[in-house]
């Protein structure tokens, strides 16, 4: 794809101000999202995930703030819109799912008129058959089977998977150019977990959304996405296509991380765990932050931080163990 | 055989009442645990798989009478379990652990690490004073913690590191027989494969018998010899782990297995999408719980609650298609 890429991150620092110390949730980052792909952003708890998700909508709660960098979203850099502008982006343009369907509808309402909400703000359709009808046919989409009746149930009435696609359908009622799905099936059940991600894939195909898909899931990823960044505290650690990543991994922590996965389709594996835990993002470890718990530790890992290197094309790894002529 | 088998359990149910009405009157019940029949044998580990609410805790809360069956038989080395008075379970408590999901919640916020690893020493009258104190320190160090870590409280630990505070507890009775209740499930990934690896190797050497409860299909492959398959409160497979997994028989274990997303992009598989969701336990569907999302249903289904019947050996299977 020779266009430029729908959304573009650039030397994104967004930081947690505390009383305990400046919690750096994610220390400059880059990212890309080309138009109609799916990138999966992996990593563990607490290592900025949501945090990147957050601040491309720039709905990060206080204390946090986003420091320094660039947003670019389709040629506009997302930071230096006032909140109005915003607002007509966040959830038209640009939409998210979050992790746990269950908080995040409103009780009180019902479903139906949770997503006319939606299309109300964001598609200047003021009849209300005409948005009836559009949040049905929505309905219908992401797997509702009686769609005129179901858009009176409350979400109390409906079970985990079921209100996921109800979220999904607000997600998906503006036609949003990017899809930031957080966490999507987490609170899911595997059988469910494969109902939807089905669901996202097909509709996917249909919308030709990007969809920039946050989890732990290292299997949900290789499922589903094109592209795939690996991040280590609050920061990236490799990036490239899904099929490079896993087959070649570079960085030691997404080898660590693919060895640690139990997998049903290998017999007698021998999972190997990493050592030690996830460092605090207040006092992070200095250069390399991965460089306490890596095998392959060198001197220089603890006193520069890595920089950015295509070891392949579009194939990127932070990690002094690729330093020019090394590899 | 019967000398070998530590653990078997008969027909066992539990039932949760369900009030409602003005007077809270019982209303319906919860069929949390419905007429399961497998045993552990002495040495093995034994996975319990399934969605949730599919009665896997009940029935581990039921094997340590921590919740009272309904009916059947809980036989341990000998010992109707339901039949015991309160002081005789007490005694062989000591020989059943158990690790729960969460260890933050399982820990008592208050008590130092000593503490707890040395409560049910104490208890049990295992050890005092000095002596007590050295088996908590050979306890820390065998799940990887120092014992300079005695007097910290649980919160100064990480996730994994709680855990493994969970599972010194556990053992420090000498059990014989530990259930591990989704040890891993609130863990991340990197942390996870150590959890595992330290109760493999746990297990290992102290010959324990185990029966190992989790969600994960992948995580039970990768620590049990055989498994069994709960579908709302029933078993409806069970068999050595290689054979689940190269020939699954049961239509839901079928879809459970094909719905496990695989780390590896280059390997596409056909895909079984169950249809809706699993019914509430309180009113199961009649016949085969499975036949409303059983692509294979027939009249039959609907009718008759199949058995469990063994197809080949060790291989068991609850299915109509199979009679």
């Given amino acids: 794809m020779s266009s430029s890429p729908l959304l573009s991150i650039r030397g994104l620092k967004t930081y947690f101000f505390t009383e305990d110390g400046v919690v750096r949730a994610v220390d400059y980052i880059d990212l890309d999202v080309n138009r109609s792909e799916i990138v999966g952003l992996v990593g563990e708890s607490g290592c900025g995930k949501s945090t990147v998700a957050l601040s491309i909508l720039r709905l990060i709660p206080y204390p946090g703030k986003i420091v320094s960098g660039e947003i670019i979203f389709d040629g506009i850099n997302l930071l230096t819109l006032n909140e109005d ?6 959830g038209g343009r640009i939409s998210i799912i979050f992790q746990n369907p269950q908080t995040s509808l409103n009780p009180v309402f019902k479903i139906g008129y949770q997503i006319a909400e939606a299309v109300k703000l964001h598609q200047k359709i003021s009849k209300n058959e005409e948005i009836r009808e559009r949040v049905i046919n929505i309905l219908e989409k992401v797997g509702f089977s009686d769609p005129e009746r179901q858009f009176e149930l409350f979400p109390h009435e409906l079970s985990g998977g ?9 997600a998906l009622s503006c036609r949003p150019d990017l899809l930031i799905a957080d966490e999507p099936t987490t609170s899911l059940d595997v059988t469910i977990q494969a109902q939807i991600l089905e669901l996202m894939k097909n509709l996917q195909k249909e919308f030709k959304s990007s969809i920039l898909l946050i989890t732990h899931n290292m299997g949900v990823v290789a499922e589903l996405c094109d592209k795939v960044a690996v991040m280590y505290a609050g920061k990236i650690v490799e990036y490239g296509d899904i099929i490079a990543v896993f087959k070649n991994p570079l960085h030691p922590y997404t080898k660590a991380l693919l060895q640690s996965v139990p997998r049903i389709d290998v017999e007698e594996q021998k999972l190997e765990g990493i050592p030690g835990t996830v460092p605090s993002l207040i006092n992070p470890p ?6 306490p718990r890596c095998k392959y530790f060198m001197k220089v890992c603890k006193e520069k931080k890595p920089s950015k290197f295509e070891v392949e094309k579009n194939h990127f790894v932070y990690c002094h163990l690729f330093e020019k002529g090394k590899f | 055989m019967s000398n070998d088998v530590l653990l078997e359990v008969k027909s066992l149910k539990k039932y949760f009442p369900v009030r409602g009405g003005v007077f809270l009157r019982t209303v319906g019940y919860v069929h949390a645990v419905d007429d399961v029949s497998f045993y552990v044998t002495r040495g093995e580990t034994v996975g319990v798989v399934g969605e949730s609410g599919c009665g896997k805790t009940t029935l581990a809360r039921c094997i340590l009478m921590l919740t009272k069956p309904t009916s059947g038989e809980v036989i341990y080395d000998g010992h109707n379990l339901i039949k015991m008075s309160k002081k005789q379970l007490r005694n062989i408590r000591k020989e059943m652990s158990i690790i729960f999901q969460d260890p933050f919640s399982s820990l008592n916020p208050r008590m130092t690490v000593a503490d707890i690893i040395g409560e049910p020493i104490e208890f049990h ?11 908590i320190k050979e306890l820390l160090e065998m799940v990887g913690l120092s014992p300079y870590h005695m007097y910290r409280y649980p919160h100064e630990f990480s996730g994994g590191q709680q855990q493994r505070i969970a599972i010194a507890r556990a053992l420090s009775t000498n059990p014989r027989f530990i259930i591990a209740d989704e040890p891993v499930a609130s863990l991340d990934v990197s942390i996870r494969a150590g959890i595992l690896n330290l109760l493999k190797d746990l297990k290992r050497k102290f010959n324990l018998t185990c029966l190992f409860i989790s969600h994960d299909l992948s995580v039970i492959n990768y620590m049990c010899d055989r498994i069994m398959v709960m579908y709302l409160g029933k078993i409806v497979e069970t068999a050595k782990s290689r054979d689940l997994f190269k020939d699954p028989l049961h239509p839901y274990t079928k879809a459970l297995i094909s719905s496990i997303p695989i780390p590896d992009p280059t390997v596409r598989r056909e895909r079984i999408i169950l249809p809706g969701t699993v019914p509430s336990p309180i009113n199961p569907p009649s016949g085969c719980r499975f036949h409303p999302r059983c692509m294979h249903a027939f009249e039959k289904c609907k009718t008759t609650s199949p058995k469990l019947i063994e197809v080949k050996k060790d291989h068991f299977v609850a299915c109509h298609l199979y009679a």
Wanted: net charge positive; proline share 0%; glycine share 6%.
């Fill in chain 1, 286 to 291: 200095s250069g390399c932050r991965f460089h």
């Fill in chain 1, 85 to 90: 502008e915003m607002r007509k982006i966040r």
């Fill in chain 2, 125 to 135: 009258r295992i050890a005092r004073g000095r002596q007590k104190k050295e088996r």
């Fill in chain 1, 162 to 170: 079921m209100q996921q696609r109800v979220m999904i359908a607000m």
